[in-house]
């Protein structure tokens, strides 16, 4: 009889053994498929690849805190992150002074810089299969994106299929001369933000091609101006702009805040 309970005993506890760890394997699956969906989320940064601007030839690139703290924020999100430019050549940064900035630093010394540098071109992107892409700024963009139409196509496509366009400071140039399918400007009647008349008067007058608040407010956006040189970013539907690089950050919250409340 004693050995009978005994065993009764054991096979009870290797039984609750067992089922505990099917419990904990399952709740492992479980936490593993909510971390697939969010690593299915994927990014495509847009940059530019021009370094200098104006008839002084001043130098430049994409400013480093538009692509750093964004890429932050989508890395934390745990977002796949990929970048592209419009040659596919080694772009350039500007603003490393910058670098005592904690984003600034990891994006430099960790993978953010070292993709960027490998940027693929464009062209060779299948962009319809990414969630969102992302222009940061930087004088760059005012030098080759206001034309390039790679550029309104992809922007033009991904804006249409619900997908997720943001873009911040001089980045949101990319939106100027995108046509939507019904033949109206993506920016007309839009709530939208970048770099101001204001802030450029006061920055790089003397250097950028055209003032971009101007240009927009030509094509028809509703164009918002917040205090020079402040955080300021909009979300109008699926598309997403920031004033200057403060708003970079916000410009990605928003962006992440879009994409999770999309359906899986």
Not at 28 to 50: C, G, P
Not at 200 to 216: C, Q
Request: glycine letters at 6%.
């Amino acid at each position: 009889m004693k050995k009978l309970i005994i065993a009764a005993m054991a096979f009870a506890f290797f039984s609750s053994h067992a089922q505990n760890q099917k419990d904990n394997t399952l709740v492992k699956q479980k936490t593993n498929l909510k971390n697939e969906a969010k690593m299915n989320k994927k990014i495509l940064i847009i940059v530019s690849n021009a370094n200098a601007i104006g008839p002084n030839n001043r130098r430049t690139g994409t400013f480093l805190p538009e692509v750093a703290h964004p890429y932050a924020e989508f890395e934390r999100a745990n977002y796949q992150i990929d970048f592209a430019s419009l040659t596919g050549d080694t772009p350039y940064l500007d603003a490393l002074n910058l670098v005592n900035d904690a984003d600034n630093l990891a994006f430099l010394t960790g993978k953010g810089w070292e993709s960027m540098q490998k940027a693929v071109k464009l062209s060779d992107v299948d962009v319809s299969k990414y969630d969102a892409i992302f222009v940061p700024g930087g004088l760059a963009p005012m030098v080759d994106m206001p034309e390039n139409q790679l550029l309104k196509k992809v922007i033009k496509e991904t804006y249409e299929r619900n997908a997720v366009v943001g873009a911040v400071c001089h980045g949101p140039v990319s939106l100027l001369n995108v046509k939507l399918s019904n033949g109206s400007y993506l920016v007309n009647g839009k709530n939208i933000t970048s770099f101001t008349d204001e802030e450029e008067r006061g920055y790089a007058i003397a250097d950028v091609p055209f003032l971009l608040e101007t240009a927009l407010t030509k094509q028809g956006a509703k164009f918002h101006a917040a205090a020079v040189w402040s955080a300021h970013s909009i979300a109008d539907g699926n598309l997403v702009t920031g004033q200057n690089p403060a708003s970079a950050k916000g410009v990605a919250e928003k962006m992440i805040v879009i994409l999770e409340s999309a359906k899986k």
